[in-house]
């Protein structure tokens, strides 16, 4: 007993407290896309679209594997950064989002495994390169 309690002593020494209090997490897309405008400029993205029946899905029901969002700077400016996979296929199927702040502009890289990624939202150059820099 005396045992277990020096090695807890010992690991809370040497453990720092700052490995408990982790940054927030930003919020995920799905949450995101309870704003109206967040919503409806996402799902202006893909209208009109052939797109993966899952990314179909997703933008029905919002149910999907998403990351919580990070904020991403971009030529002076700061975008927030969205990722959602496909259930049980994280690895091999992903669509990568960056909205302006407040949500009234959005471009997205849809990724698959073994194809050509797909860009939505006329990304110009710079804006292409950021998303693929996103999607390694």
Request: aromatic share 14%; glycine share 8%.
């Amino acid at each position: 007993m005396e045992r277990k309690i020096f090695a807890l002593i010992v690991l809370l020494a040497v453990v720092p407290l700052t490995a408990w209090s982790a940054e927030p997490a930003g919020s995920y897309l799905y949450e995101q896309l309870k704003n109206p405008t967040y919503n409806k400029t996402f799902n202006a993205l893909f209208k009109g679209q052939r797109i993966e029946p899952w990314l179909k899905e997703y933008l029905k029901s919002r149910d999907g594997v998403d990351s919580p969002s990070e904020m991403r700077e971009v030529g002076g400016k700061t975008y927030e950064f969205y990722n959602v996979c496909e259930p049980h296929n994280c690895g091999g199927s992903n669509i990568y989002v960056f909205f302006e702040s407040g949500g009234a502009q959005a471009w997205a890289l849809f990724t698959k495994e073994n194809e050509q990624p797909r860009f939505f939202g006329n990304p110009d150059a710079q804006m292409q390169q950021v998303l693929k820099d996103a999607s390694q």
